[in-house]
């Protein structure tokens, strides 16, 4: 249903005549359908046969308007809070606001890959990472998501199987299921993608994409070795496979990893946003893409948005031409490190996967619980998290875990009070569970 093949309304075959074309045993195909009527796929009509039913599921967190501000209330299913605190050099450059001429200067622009100035101080922004693009090279998007949208449209046709990490983005699958694509998971380790099972997806779907976030995995934190991320291309290089690579977090970690793009730049599509730096509120991101793709990504382009706003751009780039980005990215370590101390110090070192410089962190669940019953759980008590099972690529993973943004409380205290709150319900019997916490009053 998510690639479009099958629609809500339409009938299965009989299990017995399903177990005959899959080749299975009829055993499986029975335990099969029984999970899908579980989980409100199908629904069987005696006399008639068993049909699919509308997907309900959320394709991503709710937005922060969508729950009532009651006092109290923590939403850690976002990266950021509602409120996030301006760094002063960015509150500084914003406060000048754009002088009358510039304004009337970009409000005349149809560059629809972006202004050549902006674009020059994007590549050079970018060659402190390592890459080293020419302006000609860059396309100017609004964030990363629609970085991302974009390579998906350019780079595949609809039907068209795509591989990627079996927990992935869910704005990737919201994009893949809307353009018709087919998301194919590719079994992950504690450094992501793992290259055998790559070279075996290859092999098997002959998928000619492969969408990945090498540094700081959303949602598992994974982070490629410079090892594996060598192993990563020679596996694309051998079956021609095209790399969409998204870096939105390459500056959260102390050491700067390479990214694919260094190393395979003749087939990776480098995507990248500077929402995790600037807050999500300035919707500016960069594609750097092989020539081969121009076309291609300015069709594309032109089929969204025409181009992003260069009013925007134009806020990014002076803040990137400031010189002040080094501190920006070192007060969003530092507060990190703060962040990630108080969740070691509220939950069992067992119970969560995470990695210096990550803004979130797995949470493993008791074996009572499910990952989808503890979230409707925490949001009973004032916490809202995100169960694993929005990023799955494939069906019936079930991964007991649940996502938890650590830097999007609204401060120090309330996110020690909401991990708190999180651990006693976790240890609880969902029959159990405990009510919501009093915030105190000091914020830090």
């Not at 092989?290 to 382009?301: C, K």
């Amino acid at each position: 249903m998510v690639s479009g093949a099958l629609r809500a309304g339409d009938r299965l075959p009989p299990q017995r005549d399903l177990a005959r074309m899959l080749r299975l045993n009829l055993g499986t195909v029975t335990r099969a359908f029984d999970a899908l009527r579980e989980s409100g796929l199908i629904k069987g009509e005696v006399g008639r046969g068993t049909y699919l039913t509308q997907l309900s599921a959320a394709d991503g967190p709710t937005s922060l308007w969508d729950h009532p501000r009651s006092f109290g209330y923590t939403d850690l299913s976002h990266n950021f809070p509602d409120e996030v605190p301006t760094h002063p050099a960015i509150e500084s450059i914003l406060s000048e606001l754009t002088p009358v001429k510039s304004a009337d200067r970009l409000l005349a622009i149809q560059a629809d890959a972006g202004h050549a100035e902006h674009r020059g101080i994007a590549a050079r922004w970018l060659s402190g990472m390592g890459l080293k693009a020419a302006p000609g090279d860059i396309t100017i998007t609004n964030g990363a998501q629609h970085g991302l949208l974009l390579a998906l449209g350019a780079l595949t046709r609809p039907a068209d199987i795509v591989l990627t990490e079996e927990l992935t983005f869910y704005g990737l699958k919201s994009a893949a299921a809307m353009l018709g694509r087919s998301l194919l998971g590719v079994r992950m380790d504690c450094e992501g993608l793992v290259p055998g099972y790559l070279d075996l997806a290859c092999q098997r779907s002959r998928a000619k994409v492969l969408f990945c976030c090498p540094t700081l995995h959303n949602p598992t934190t994974a982070t490629m070795s410079v090892e594996r991320r060598r192993e990563i291309v020679e596996v694309c290089r051998r079956h021609d496979v095209t790399i969409v690579e998204d870096d939105v977090y390459a500056l959260m970690p102390d050491e700067l990893l390479p990214p694919l793009a260094t190393m395979a730049p003749e087939r990776t599509v480098y995507v990248t946003g500077l929402s995790k730096l600037f807050g999500p509120g300035l919707r500016i991101g960069f594609i750097v893409a092989p020539s081969q793709f121009s076309y291609s990504m300015g069709v594309a382009l032109r089929a969204t948005t025409l181009m992003a706003s260069p009013l925007n751009a134009d806020t990014a780039c002076r803040i990137l031409a400031s010189g002040s980005l080094p501190s920006i990215v070192s007060a969003i370590r530092n507060e990190t490190r703060e962040r990630q101390a108080i969740v070691s110090e509220c939950l069992p070192g067992s119970t969560y996967v995470t990695h210096p410089g990550a803004f979130y962190f797995g949470l493993r669940m008791q074996g009572i619980w499910t990952a989808e019953a503890f979230v409707r759980a925490a949001e009973a008590i004032g916490v809202r998290v995100t169960p694993y099972a929005m990023f799955e690529t494939m069906p019936f993973q079930t991964a007991a875990m649940v996502r938890v943004c650590q830097n999007a409380a609204p401060s120090r205290e309330s996110l020690r009070q909401a991990l708190l709150s999180l651990e006693e319900l976790r240890t609880a019997a969902p029959n159990e569970r405990p009510t919501a916490r009093k915030p105190r009053t000091n914020h830090s």
